[in-house]
């Protein structure tokens, strides 16, 4: 062995025996804008905080992912971002670490968004909007005039799904927004929302099955009121279409972050998910996309600034009349209810 | 019977025909890997549960629900509307096409044949263009007074049959255009000197005559419409939902693969039902046609 080798093993030797000092978590993101976004806003400024060093891996199908690395034991990742209804799926399939509520702040979470397993971070809503030619400065306030096909005699447009749309059902059909699940959650419930949507079918011409024909179709006013994802009616809005939205009564869905079963670094995971997720840093979010975030906090102090409100869905001039998507409830009964949606679709 | 006879000669015969065979032998593997696999894969997965165990509960479930039937009813109006349509749009254009010169037909044929060579994709959406409510038919019919409000042209039953109708009239016209060419032409001139009107020499001349490629084009229409998915899915507005849509909502909506491959086999079967009927009907009408030959 000559001399060269002979020193490099050496250093190698040496600088295994010598301790980590920085502490590393792996997180994974979907990438992209959205995952660039919660980079810079979220876990880099908290990871310099903590004197973390993060992996970032991307992955487009987080749950898949997940799965994949639990089920096969090889876990990579410490932090994993996903959809609140796959944090619930990945829950129910014991893929998740509970989430440690002694590190992060329970009172961040308010009380219709809350999981053990995944912690809501931000949030989109399933709105209502309208063709501002059609219906000009007055168009319905509420879910129940959106019912109210007399006053409103406009086509409709609506997502070709149960999920988001019994919830709005129940609203227009005079629920409070706190008692939509314990109605649901009876079996004369579930009807009672089907049977309200089977009353303005005749008026509606559209039921979509994308976002994008979603957009499309407020577009072209092929339809003047319709059910969509704040996202698509914002594109539509600021393309300079005839188009309005309001987050009042609006379904709100919200993303998560949870920590794999088996984490090799799970305390420092929930340290880093609990500073990553400081109201300034998820109110820092909305710099890069209006996904609003889901800790009330953060809309205090003006972190948020005053004309970005109307684009986030957890802004508090909304609170009250929304609805948390109920993650857990759609798990169990979700194919119970598109069963009963698509059955009164073929009627 | 004297070939036979020669056994040399028959040796002969049957070592070509064994090369022949040898010779389909590629692509007999590969239809075997891309169609007979992942059949026999689906007919599997059509008998497990969610929980990995065999049983016939994707059958119960599937077979009891009123949705399949209605997705079932829904492809059998598409299928024999598309068909009814294009046997009523399809023979009188084989008709002049198959009358005209040659040359003229041919450049005729050209244009008939144009959108098969368009993506299905690009051509749905382009009935989108033409029939939604500020498109292009509606905004001529409005603009000229002809009707008031734009009609409901897509996003329901109507749309998706024109949609699946211009997809399948080429389809369609190729083997009644080539029976109808393949008349001898005295045929259609004795009877005229007969004294048979056109319309009499269309009913007891052309059409028998050309039967044989009406039926073709019919299996054809009918076998590609069952199908469709593309269509339906952009141009029925939601509305229109025969079993193609069924299954991919029992895989997006549901991830459920059980449900679904039983689904696609209760497609394959109908089809296999349907062409079974065709095919009997055809030999029957043969039969009947040589009873009266012979009479």
Known sequence: MSWLPRISLAVIAVSAALPVYAQTVTITTAGGDYGNAIKEAMWAPAAKELGYEVREETQSDGLAALKMQVTSGAVTTDIIHLSSPEGAQAAAQSLLEPLDYKIIDPKSVPAGAKSDYCYPFDSYG??????????????????????????????RALRANAQDLIEIALLSDGVAPADVYSVLSTPEGLQRAIKRIEAIKPNVSVWWTSGAQSAQLLKDGEADLVVTWNGRAQTVKADGGAVDYTFKGSVIGTDCLGVPKGAQNKDAA???????????RVAKLTDFIAYGPVNPAAYEGGLIPKDRLKTLATAPENAGTSVFSNADWWLKNGEAAQKAFDEMISR | MSVAADPALAADGRRERRFFLSLSLPALFIVGLAAIL????????????????????????VLSSGLTWSALATTL?????????????????????????????????????LPLWTSILVRTYGWLVLL??????????????????????????????????HYMLPLFLLPVYAAMRDIDTNLTRAAASMGATLGQVIRTVILPLSAGGIFSGSILVFIYTIGFFITPAVLGGG??????????????????????????????????LIAVMFLTARRLMAHNKMGAAHA
């Open chain 2, 132 to 165: 939604r409510r500020d498109g292009l038919i509606n905004a001529a019919l409005t603009g000229s007074g002809l009707t008031a409000e734009p009609l409901p042209l897509v996003y329901n039953f109507t749309g998706t049959l024109i949609g699946m109708v």
């Open chain 2, 38 to 61: 992942p059949l026999l894969w689906i007919v599997r997965q059509s008998f497990l549960t969610t929980a990995g165990q065999y049983s016939v509960g994707n059958y119960e479930k």
């Open chain 1, 270 to 280: 929930m340290k880093l998910i609990a500073a990553m997720t400081q109201p300034a």
């Open chain 2, 239 to 272: 509305k229109v939902n025969p079993l193609s849509i069924r299954i991919e909502r029992t895989l997006s909506t549901f991830q459920d693969w059980g449900s679904a491959s039983v689904l696609g086999i209760l497609l394959l079967v109908l089809m296999a």
């Open chain 1, 126 to 155: 399933t709105v209502m909007s309208w063709n501002t030619k059609a219906l000009g400065d007055n168009p319905p306030k509420s879910w129940a005039e959106f019912w109210d096909v007399a006053k409103f005699p406009n086509r």
């Open chain 2, 77 to 113: 109006e598409l299928s024999l509307g598309t068909l009814v349509v294009c046997i009523i749009l399809g023979i009188p254009l084989a008709l002049a096409l198959a009358s005209t010169r040659p040359r003229v037909a041919n450049v005729l044929m050209a244009f008939v044949m």
